[in-house]
Nanobody
Framework: QIQVVESGGGTVQPGESLTLACVVSNLNLGYWAIGWFRQAPGKEYERVSCISPADGTIDYADSVKGRFTISRDASKNSVLLQMDSLKPEDTAVYYC????????????????RGQGTRVTVSS
């Protein structure tokens, strides 16, 4: 059974950091793209970042570029999202989603996703 599980969310103050982890069971991430998405209350999903081993893609939304870093930990079959200099507008539920080979723009184009982890940035 394929499982996607996010962890690492929490409540932090502006300027602080969090690292989210996405652990995927029964999928070889050497062949699967992993996208991080977020959904703020009342808003659509936004793709934050994506990494694909198939074509070497590593990309970020403009809103997080220079503050967030995505990386793969092959030994744990996981993908991390390091989030620095967090802002109140980063507050959202963050989801990890897996898609075979290539990154796509919307979460609906991914095959598997987790239940999400909540990030709140507030003073």
């Amino acid at each position: 059974q394929i499982q996607v599980v996010e962890s690492g969310g929490g409540t932090v103050q502006p300027g602080e950091s969090l690292t989210l982890a996405c652990v995927v069971s029964n999928l070889n991430l050497g062949y699967w793209a992993i996208g991080w998405f977020r959904q703020a209350p009342g808003k659509e999903y936004e793709r934050v970042s994506c990494i694909s081993p198939a074509d070497g893609t590593i990309d970020y939304a403009d809103s997080v570029k220079g503050r967030f870093t995505i990386s793969r930990d092959a030994s744990k079959n996981s993908v991390l999202l390091q989030m620095d200099s967090l802002k109140p507008e980063d507050t959202a539920v963050y989801y990890c989603a897996a898609r075979f080979r290539l990154c796509k723009a919307t979460i609906y184009e991914y095959d598997y996703r987790g239940q999400g982890t909540r990030v709140t940035v507030s003073s």
